[in-house]
């Protein structure tokens, strides 16, 4: 079946240090979506990304889409305490829409002061 | 506020006791979806429903009922509680997935079977 895995499971950094995670599926995806829990919290979305390729920022956040549509990764750059939480991609099971999400295992950013 | 509400919060239980996790969302969406959260594992739906009275399988429902009798509520019913059942849960509901939209998450229900 699809799998999505994201690298690394976990990160620890010094503030001020960039960070980045890695999504990769097994399958080709129409889209993929990235949310941020926060420790003890629930996911929130921060992105979708649709097109080929396809890259966007939020502030410090870097998020791109895989030319073959089958990875995406997600970059900080300068990381602050406010960083802190687990990274979730998350994308559409083979031949269906996003009523079905795989979601990557997650990487938990711990951010050291 | 928009928001998706679970009740309750946290929940010890034995095993057996039937037990329904309530889901209700403010934001009139036609989607709705339960997972839960075990560590290494990330998020996995149990159920999910694109409107009233429909509802489909996701990648784990076994142990697991929902019903979808009104657009705002999607309660997820333990008929038979085991161990392995415990678990952080969330509903999730939005717009219209078919279409990408994002989802929104409840506050999570810690379930503890004993």
């Known amino acids: 079946g699809q799998q999505v895995m994201q690298i690394p499971q976990y990160q620890h950094v010094q503030e001020g240090e960039d960070f980045t995670t890695y999504c990769n599926s097994s399958t080709t995806l129409s889209n993929i979506q990235w949310y941020k829990q926060r420790p003890g919290g629930h996911p929130v979305f921060l992105i979708q990304?649709?097109?080929?390729?396809e890259v966007k920022k939020q502030k410090r956040l870097t998020f791109q889409f895989g030319e073959a549509k089958k990875n995406s990764s997600l970059h900080i750059t300068a990381t602050q305490t406010t960083d802190v939480g687990t990274y979730f991609c998350?994308?559409?099971?083979?031949?269906?829409?996003?009523?079905?999400?795989?979601f990557g295992t997650g990487t938990r950013l711990t951010i050291i002061p | 506020e928009a928001q998706v509400t679970q009740n309750p919060r946290y929940l010890i239980t034995v095993t057996g006791k039937k037990l329904t996790v309530t889901c209700s969302q403010n934001m009139n969406h036609e989607y709705m979806s339960w997972y839960r959260q075990d560590p290494g594992l990330g998020l996995r739906q149990i159920y999910y429903s694109m409107n009233v009275e429909v509802t489909d399988k996701g990648d784990v429902p076994e142990g697991y009922k929902v019903s979808r009798k009104e657009k705002r509520n999607f309660p997820l019913i333990l008929e038979s509680p085991s161990p392995n059942q415990t678990s952080l849960y969330f509903c999730?509901?939005?717009?219209?997935?078919?279409?990408?939209?994002?989802?929104?998450f409840g506050q999570g229900t810690r379930l503890t079977v004993v």
């Open positions: 990304l649709v097109k080929s390729g």
């Open positions: 998350a994308g559409p099971k083979s031949n269906f829409g996003n009523e079905k999400l795989t």
């Open positions: 999730a509901s939005s717009t219209n997935p078919e279409r990408y939209t994002e989802a929104f």
